[in-house]
């Protein structure tokens, strides 16, 4: 196979990440695929699509721990509600007070900051491994060896 073929397809083993934003776990499965495909041609190929499952899957596990965090707030605000109305009416009322307010705001802000660098991420990766250099994702769990 050609370095520049190569190339282009380590980009295209990074940039398939962006099948995330298309379909739940397209991060994870199209890179998966895709390396799968391609891993035979050559070893830069394999190691850039180790990194780059390795880097989705670590991903995908920030986030939800992340989200995670969320549902002490939820469940808060939801037994706060319930608390006054227990012996009447129950009227169901989820209410983000303001110490709701600003940890819903801090998470959600925490999950945004991951996602642009996720993003940025990816996207030096791939113009990284267009260029034929070897690239490593920072904060990545090695799943596959």
Known sequence: MSN???NTNAFLIHISAFAGYLFPFGSIVVPLIVWQTLKNRSAFLDNQG???VNFNISYSIYMFLASLIFIPFFL???FDSLRG???HNVDFDIDFGMGDLFGFIGISSL???IGIIKFALIILAAIKANK???YK???TIKFLK
């Open 76 to 78: 808060r605000s939801v």
């Open 137 to 139: 994702y920072p904060l």
């Open 132 to 134: 034929g250099e070897n």
């Open 111 to 113: 999950v945004g900051i």
């Open 50 to 52: 180790k990194e780059a």
């Open 85 to 87: 109305n227990w012996h």
């Open 4 to 6: 520049n073929s190569e």
